[in-house]
């Protein structure tokens, strides 16, 4: 069994950066894919980025292209999302996640089965 543990989010202005992390433990870990989601008051869940455990091919929703940077470290199985430029549409819960689903399902809920909890992203204008 696997936990995910979000960190890093908070409150920053427009314009700002956060560094988001999340860390995997308890038990055997060897997902195909992992992710980040975001999910605003009132919204769906959308995806944001995801990354390939093993090789580190990376995928971005358009709308983050260019500002938003996944990472990842195995050897300490953690997960990074860097964020710049930061707009107030970007205002959500983010959530890290971890799959071994087929690239085509990549930016679907359906294709993960662990998450963390959520850390909150606040940007003010």
């Known amino acids: 069994q696997v936990q995910l543990l979000e960190s890093g989010g908070g409150l920053v202005q427009a314009g700002g950066s956060l560094r988001l992390s999340c860390a995997a433990s308890g038990g055997s870990f060897s997902p195909t894919y992992m992710a980040w989601f975001r999910q605003a008051p009132g919204k769906e869940r959308e995806f944001v980025a995801a990354?390939?455990?093993?090789?580190?091919?990376?995928y971005y929703t358009d709308s983050v292209k260019g500002r938003f940077t996944i990472s990842k470290d195995n050897a300490e199985r953690s997960l990074y999302l860097q964020i710049n430029s930061l707009k107030p549409e970007d205002t959500a819960v983010y959530y890290c996640?971890?799959?071994?689903?087929?690239?085509?399902?990549?930016?679907?809920?359906?294709?993960?089965?662990?998450w963390g909890q959520g850390t909150q992203v606040t940007v003010s204008s």
């Open positions: 996640t971890a799959g071994r689903g087929i690239l085509s399902r990549v930016t679907q809920t359906t294709a993960y089965f662990n």
């Open positions: 990354i390939r455990w093993n090789g580190g091919h990376t």
